[in-house]
Every structure is written in C-alpha cells, then in structure tokens.
C-alpha cells in the first residue's frame, strides 16, 4: 500500500478526525514505524488501549489461532470463548453477570439503559434521573454526550436525551444537593480521563457509594479509560476500596481488538431480560479470544506490580523536564494515567507540544487544551521510558526557546 497517503485522507473520509501527519505502518512493543521507516516511542497507547504494546505473541496466537476457527456468529449462539472470558471477569471482580459490546461508549449505553430499566421496574416512571459530573466523557452515542459533562460534543445535536444532570467532580456535597429519590443512577469515572486525568478522591466515591446506597440507586462506574491494569489493580474501583453496581470497561480490554463489556450484579442484571438489548458483533469469538489472553497475561503473578513503578518513573521524568523549562502546574493521576498540566502561560496549546513531540519521534496524547496525556503500554520497558522523555524534552526546548 505504498501509495497511499496521509492527503487521501483529506478526500476520502468524514472531516471529523484530524490525526497527525505520518501514517505508522507496523508496531513492536512501545515501538512504531511509519511508512519512511521512522521509529516513535508510543507513549500514547492508541489512547489507552495498546496494554501489553504492539503485536504481543500471546494476542497474536489468540488472534490467529480464533481466526483459523470461527470468527462469527452473533447471539443467536453463543461461543466458547465468551463464555470463558466473562467467568475471567467475573472470578476477578465484583460482578455475576457480564454483557459484552464493541466499544466504551456501547458499554455505557447499556449501562445507563440497564439503570433506567432497573429503576422502572421496581419503581415505575418517577425514578428516572441520572447524574453525572462536569468535565466527564462517557463516549459518543447521543445518550452518552448527553451523559457526559463537556457541552461541546453535544453542541449540534440537540435535542438531547433528558432528565440527566451534571455537578462538579469531587464535589460530595453537590451531588448530596442534587440526588434524590428520583435518581436512577450516578455514573462517575474513578479517573476523569479526557477531562484533564483527575483521579477521584477516596472519601469522594465512598460518598457516592453512600449516597446511591441511601437512595436506592445505582452507582455507575466508567472505567473505560482506568481499567484492566491501567492504575496497577485490574480495575481502579480495587485500588479505592470501593465497589460499584455496575461497571464499564473497554479500550485495554481487547489490547487494540475492538471490544466494550458492562459488568453488574445478579440483582441488577435481571432487569436485562430477553429481548431488551442487544448486539450483533458483541461478544464474538475474534474479539473474546484476544480479551482473554489479554486478561491471562496482565494478571499471571507479577506482570500488575510493575505498573505503579513505571508511573512514577514518568513522574520523576517529567519533574526533571520541569526543572528546566517550568512547565507543568501539575502532574497527577495514576499508574500508567499520568496527566501533565501546562502552566498558565502555555494554556490552550497542548496540542502544539504534541506536534513537536511527534516530529522528535515520541508520540504523545492530550486531555483537553491544557493537559498531556501519558497512556502507555503497562509493560513498557524503562529503558523505552527513558527515550521517550529524551524526545520530548527536546521537543519541549523547541517549542518553548
């Protein structure tokens, strides 16, 4: 495919992505090259998805070897390897019953429709609203921009779903202001991610915990962007101490194979009943297959335990590049969700030391104008770590004089 260029994009596809200007042709680890052979250090993860890097061994065998057997055949029957990866999850976590999707944002499309129904059924019609948070992305159907707290991506596709309300991030006595008996659910990401990776406070989601508790609602957790190892638990929920109702997951789930799962409760599940949702592609074998052996190789012994290292070698690099250049108001969040906010001066043009960094061969994420988003694979090697703020502290230098 040698003649295919980044300027065919421009002419053949929907203007509502504007990806960078090199067309990466092949990956190995934390490694990719491009179409002129140029190698990146992928810092970036596919925004959170590439876990265990590019082309590892055990997903490429789950792939092949499924591949060479049975791809496909919707939920009029069931298969193999969906049923073994949700007894993984749910042996590993909270939940009893599992319903896989394609992506984050159908997971939380059912998500929140499996929290309505509940409520309706035992409630009627009354109890119906749901909150979430300011600042919050839940993904890209028009229920969930209408759940999500950034108004931007719902501006030109109103009008919304409603009875959905929104209050500050790690603001427990707004949501105690706001919820009632009326409410249906609250979601929350333990770790807004596109909003800025703003870890949630301990004392916060054991509120909410209370809170829904109180009021006979259910606690959504959006763990689309913090799970399946991503904080150094296989899902952030662990590391607080807190459980919820209803759980999504996506992303790193499928190691780059597209694939979303809701996790919940028996209590809770049964009001899923036969018929009222669905999926065509959800849970096929392909994607399955590749789930599992991503789930297998993140928790064999000892694999999770280097997560929190990683991190905190990202942090103490970045603190070194702040030294220098006095860039970064903060650096927060998480495990191998690392956000570093720019300064005042530079507010807005996060997206510009992106570009630098990917033309010094490190490829970079933002969380909104004001943020940079480290997302990489969970067992990156440091030496690879090392590398990558090299580029990037030469990146900053160029940008910055």
């Known amino acids: 495919m040698s003649d295919i260029t980044r300027e065919q994009f421009d002419d053949v596809m929907v203007p509502n992505y504007a990806p960078g200007k090199i067309i990466p042709v ?4 934390s490694h990719i090259w491009d179409q002129d052979g140029r190698e990146y250090i992928d810092f970036a993860g596919g925004i959170a998805v590439s876990a265990l890097g590019h082309a590892h061994p055990a997903l490429v065998e789950a792939l092949t070897s499924q591949g ?23 042996d590993l976590t909270f939940a009893d019953k599992v319903y896989f999707c394609n992506s984050g944002a159908e997971a939380n499309e059912a998500a929140l429709k499996l929290a309505r129904r509940h409520a309706w059924l035992k409630h009627g019609d009354d109890k119906h609203e749901i909150i979430s948070t300011l600042s919050s992305f839940h993904g890209r159907t028009l229920f ?8 931007k991506y719902k501006e030109g596709f109103e009008p919304t779903p409603g009875g959905i309300s929104h209050v500050p991030y790690n603001d427990l006595a707004a949501m105690e202001a706001q919820i009632s008996d009326k409410t249906a659910a609250v979601i929350v990401e333990p770790i807004q991610g596109e909003g800025g ?15 829904c508790d109180k009021h006979d609602a259910l606690l959504i957790f959006d763990e689309v962007q913090s799970g399946v190892g991503r904080t150094g638990e296989l899902y952030a929920y662990q590391k607080y101490g807190v459980t919820p109702d209803v759980l999504t997951t996506a992303k790193a789930l499928g190691g780059g194979f597209p694939i979303g799962a809701m996790l919940t409760t028996d209590e809770c599940a049964k009001s899923l009943g036969v018929g009222t949702h669905g999926s065509t592609y959800g849970g096929n074998p392909l994607a399955c297959s590749v789930s599992l052996a991503v789930i297998e190789t993140l ?11 990683k991190g905190q070698r990202i942090r103490d690099g970045l603190a070194k590049i702040n030294e220098r250049f006095h860039l970064f108001k903060e650096v927060r969040g998480m495990g191998l969700l690392i956000g570093a906010e720019l300064v005042d001066e530079w507010q807005g043009k996060a997206k510009e030391f992106l570009g630098a960094a990917l033309d010094e061969g490190a490829m970079l994420l933002v969380a909104g104008p004001n943020v940079l988003r480290f997302a990489p694979s969970l067992i990156i090697p440091d030496a ?18």
């Open 26 to 29: 092949r990956g190995e680890g």
């Open 68 to 90: 060479n057997k049975l791809w496909h055949l919707s939920n009029v029957m069931t298969n193999e390897p969906a049923i073994a990866l949700a007894k993984k999850l749910t």
């Open 144 to 151: 969930t921009v209408s759940v999500g707290g950034q108004a």
């Open 197 to 211: 990776v703003t870890p949630g406070k301990k004392e916060y989601l054991e509120g909410l915990r209370a809170l």
């Open 299 to 309: 928790t064999a012994p000892g694999v999770l335990d280097g997560v929190e290292a």
């Open 384 to 401: 690879d770590i090392d590398e990558g703020l090299a580029r990037l502290e030469k990146a900053i230098e160029k940008v910055v004089g």
